[in-house]
C-alpha cells in the first residue's frame, strides 16, 4: 500500500503545523495505511470504517489554540502532531495533539514530507 506521498498531504501538514505554532517541525512523516490501522497506531482506538488514509506524524512544539477548551483552561499543547487524511477526499479525518509517540513501524516505511512548500 505504500508510495509516494501525494503533494495533498504535504500542503495539509504545512498547513497544519503552521496553525499548531511550528512551521517548521522537527520530523514530518506520512504513510498511507487504512483508517482502522492509523487509529490503531496513533491511540489504540477503534473506529467503524476502514478507507485508504495517510498517517502523517509532526513532532515539534505544538499549540492548538483552535481546540474547544472549558473557560479559563489552556489550550492542548504537545510535541506529536497526528493528522489522518482520507487519501480519496484529501479531507482531514482525525487530528490530534499530544505528547504520544507513535510507533509507526507496524504500518511499513514512511515517507518523510516535504513542508518547505
Do not use: K, R
Not at 89 to 95: A, G, K, R, V
Amino acid at each position: 500500500m505504500n508510495g509516494p506521498v501525494p503533494s495533498f498531504v504535504d500542503e495539509i501538514a504545512t498547513s497544519v503545523a503552521t496553525s499548531l505554532g511550528d512551521p517548521t517541525p522537527a520530523t514530518a512523516v506520512s504513510i498511507l495505511t487504512t483508517s482502522q490501522a492509523a487509529v490503531s497506531a496513533a491511540s489504540g482506538g477503534i473506529v467503524d470504517s476502514d478507507q485508504p488514509v495517510y498517517l502523517a506524524v509532526l513532532t515539534g512544539s505544538f499549540v492548538d489554540n483552535h481546540a474547544y477548551v472549558p473557560p479559563e483552561s489552556d489550550a492542548p499543547t504537545g510535541s506529536v502532531v497526528t493528522i489522518t487524511v482520507d487519501a480519496a477526499t484529501q479531507e482531514i479525518l482525525d487530528l490530534s495533539v499530544g505528547d504520544h509517540q507513535v510507533d509507526l513501524s507496524s504500518l511499513g516505511a514512511p515517507a518523510t514530507l516535504d513542508l518547505t512548500g
